[in-house]
């Protein structure tokens, strides 16, 4: 996996929430049996018009946000089915990390990313970032200000800066596997491989005498 | 320490937990299917890995696949292309695969239980978000990307951290013509389609114990709707029962069984363990729900209207607005006023035989509307197979229904089962998000009797006050 420790880049926004990843990579390109050319069919029910052209009213479609590799958007990105095949689309599009809110309604909270598709992206060395919904607003009000903007991230000192006029900048919490992971790029079967006395015995006592066919 | 059924469960599989906090997870069953696995196997043949227990891994092909005339013949060359990588792969790495000549093909979260390979107190896992299907059974049941496909294939274990608990419990009894669709439904309305991200649901309550194990499994499934990536039912006699009653070729049986059902036994939720979050929802008053918007939690009592822009708890007025703008409805329009082109009665939701029984016994002497394209898509072969047997065949083709070969179907859409632009659709799948079903295609979620009984009318009844039901 490709390794994740700083990263600058131009910024664009989404504001949506509740992006599901058939959004992201419709499911008429599911049927590639490689992990590359999704790219270009990323978000494609929002992006092309029913003529193939570019719908300009998109946002991704609009000037500025051309080239971004930093993604802004609103809670439970990445919700439904679970195709990695939209962190594909997602990175081969450009983008290397992903911002959005945690929001928190009274005793309860919508995270930021949805479950299945954080972990994707993780596999993919695609850094997702949650932070507040306050600072998450002054991110997007601070583009909507300056649309053509560039943002830092420092995953080992866990910063997100935006080079706005005024920077903003911010710090991020991250679990410390998941940014080890990251800054490593390490190969998580393999990792996994170097517990294989383990796996073995544990599979000697683990009863799987009503798991195999009879 | 009292402990939830999850945590038991989980408890029985870590192999290890690593300095990192991070635990390695062991699965008993990987259940893999065309769309998700392709690059997963080509990992393991860039790597050099074999599949660690191909005879724990299971293959069917079911989301790209014709349910017409065409399905042992597959006219999309790149469909075919997926197919034919899943069959090479399997005879390449010994995996068991259920072909599309098989009598016990179907949709992977439907054979799974058909063939008795969920089973209480398993870990089951596959490239698909429904995998929380099996957790009806008691079984740790999630969906995964496709490099976790390939690090169990090559593995058999997953690196994770421990979710969450939320109990979730459904006290009363329903009502007739309410089904489990309308109680995860209304679930989902009231947590959100995030309601549930981190967490691991447990279901339970008298509602819960009242129903089938088809039933639960339609529960269990749209956990994920919810955000989270597994639901589980604590198994019970009627657990037993299913698991017992039919040929269910990997299910346990003489002393295996007794051994088992000694296990099966100690799977609940100690009295006094804690869940992390709670909810109770009474369903003795619950009528029929419809999902009127472009996510599982904008949903409504069919008897209700769209709501108002800024009334809609958890997405904001600009999102309902958007959601609207592409379902073409306005606020405050009647739920029952809302006319449809198609109906879709299938996916790993609702395409069981109870399901179909349900529909069957609405369709029944009755005619769809001339308005409507109905497809019914039967969950399995043996499914088919059944419903055929009990003469639902008859009365969905006699209704004007189209009868299907088993599948995924519309539910998403990647064969040529799909909406047209603006074509509205009562379905009894799972997502309702924009597209899903085909491009500019518009989704109502409801229950197989909600959704036969809007094929017959052209447009939404409430089946608790209908006039023709029987």
Redesign the interface.
Known sequence: MEPFTQHTGWVATL????V?T??II???F??????TGFGKHAFN?WRYL?NGDMDKNFELNQEHAQGASVLITR??FG???????A?WAIKQYGFRTLVAPRVV?GD?T??GF???FR??CL??GVLTIELDTETVDKLFAAMSNQPRAEATIDLPAQTFTLHTKTPIQVAFDI???TK?QLIQGLD??A???Q?DT??TT??KQ????????? | MAKTLFEKIWDRHVVKTRKDGVTLLYIDRHLVHEVTSPQAFDGLRETGRPVRRPELTYATMDHNIPTDETRLAIQDPIAKAQVDALRNNCKEFGVKLYDLDSNQQGIVHIIGPELGLTLPGTTIVCGDSHTSTHGAFGALAFGIGTSEVEHVLATQCLPQKKAKTFKVSFDGQLKPGVSAKDMILKLIGEIGAAGGTGYVLEYCGEAIRSLSMEARMTICNMSIEAGARAGIIAPDEVTLEYITSSDRPYAPKGAALEEAKALWKTLQTDEGATFDREIHIDVSNLTPQITWGTSPGMVTDVAGNVPALDAVPGYSASDVQKSLDYMGLKPGTPMTDVTIDVVFIGSCTNARIEDLRQAAAIFRGKKVASSVTALVVPGSQQVKAQAEAEGLDSIFIEAGCQWRQSGCSMCLGMNNDQLKPQQRCASTSNRNFEGRQGKGGRTHLVSPQMAAAAAIEGKFVDITTWSEVS
Do not use: Y
């Open positions: 504001n949506r929430a509740n599901d058939d959004q419709p499911k008429q599911m049927k590639l049996i490689t992990r029910d029913p809670n439970n919700c439904g089915s679970s195709r990695e095949h962190v309604q309860s919508i995270p949805a479950d299945i972990n994707n596999k993919n679990d410390p596997a080890d998580e079967i990792l996994t491989l517990s383990d796996i544990f599979e683990h009863n799987v005498q009503w798991t195999a066919k009879t």
